[in-house]
């Protein structure tokens, strides 16, 4: 790893963030140490520019205020980036991807083999119809739900799903902030 802030994320630095802290503080957050401080927030959103440029903007003020700085910093050329963090819906995070995806597809635990299965045939057909994995913020929604929302983000347009991603990314973001930091 080098010693540039607005690297891309490497293997070293996504496996370290497995299993990230919860309720740190917002006090303590921003007296971290930046290489800590990215990592961290590499843990929420695996985008290393984002990261940097999260790390940078302390101290926050307020939650409000890291929230509102990571919306504002996250791009469309964060997004490849991050959806690397992200495993498939249905699907455990693999090495290097946040654990905390597994308890916000928890919805996903207790659906029956059908729906699992049309979850699977959906993913491949999002994947092959816009070249990523669908991402959503999953937290609290059911497999059925899911399923759903899927089908009908299919038939968006390219231009129009980029949108709704980065929505979705930011919504997942402002999630694991929260917990990060705690209320």
Known sequence: ???????????TSAAAMDQPPEGIGLAAFNALPDQRARDLLIGCCH??????????????????ALLTRAGEELTDADVPEALAGHPRIGQAPATGQNSWSQREQAGVGGADDTVLAELATGNRAYEE?????????????SAG????????????????ERHVVRGELRKINDLRLTRLIGS
């Open 1 to 11: 790893m080098t010693d540039c802030p607005e690297e891309a994320v490497t293997s």
């Open 47 to 64: 985008a290393g520019r984002w990261a940097a440029k999260v790390t940078a903007g302390r101290p926050y003020p307020t939650l409000g």
């Open 129 to 141: 119809r816009f070249g990523h994995i669908y991402l959503v913020c999953a937290s609290g929604r």
């Open 145 to 160: 739900e899911l399923l759903g929302i899927l089908k009908d983000r299919l038939r968006n347009g390219p231009d129009a």
